[in-house]
């Protein structure tokens, strides 16, 4: 599942889709930061907006892990 997931992220940034419910998708597949990040360089390189993104997107998805 995460492999897909990734996979399916990086299609869709090729795109000029929205990235962020498949980037939530991929959180909820189990797929770490670092994969997530990753991914996304590979079709946008690295650059430091792609780490500042990370930041961002590290600071969105924590409450997902909070137990209940």
Known sequence: EVESSLSTLKRIAKTDENI???IINCVKSKCTLGEISDAL???YGDIDLLNT???IISIIINPLF???
């Open 20 to 22: 962020m419910p498949q």
């Open 41 to 43: 360089r590979k079709v």
């Open 66 to 68: 909070v137990a209940p």
């Open 53 to 55: 993104f990370s930041k």
